[in-house]
C-alpha cells in the first residue's frame, strides 16, 4: 500500500524515482524496493524523507488520510493548487481569495 502511494504521489509531482531518491537521500534501489512492494517495512526515518521531498504528510503517504469513501481530489483541482503555489500565492492568503469568491457568487445571486 505504502509503495503504491509514493508512487501515485511521485508521478503526480513530476519527479523520475532517481529525483525523488537523491532529494530524499535515499538509494534509488532501496526506493524501487518500497514503490514495488518488495520492502513492505522502510524505517520512518526514511517514510519521513520522502513525505518531506513529496510534500505530504505522512497520514497520506500511509494511506491512512481518511475514508475511502470520501472522493479523491481531481486533477484539475490539484494542478490548479499547484499553479497557485507556483504563482506565489500562500496557503494563508487563500481566506482572502475564498471571501473574494464569496463576494462575487453573492452579487450572481443577487442578479440571478
Known sequence: MIGKNIYDIRKRRGLTLTELAERAGIAKSYLSNIERNLNQNPSINVIEKIASVLEVDLKELLGSGGDKNEPQMDNE????????????????????????LDFIKWQNTKQG
Do not use: H, N, T
Open 77 to 100: 483541482w490539484v494542478e490548479f493548487v499547484k499553479e497557485l503555489r507556483d504563482s506565489g500565492v500562500e496557503k494563508d492568503q487563500i481566506q482572502e481569495y475564498k471571501m473574494l
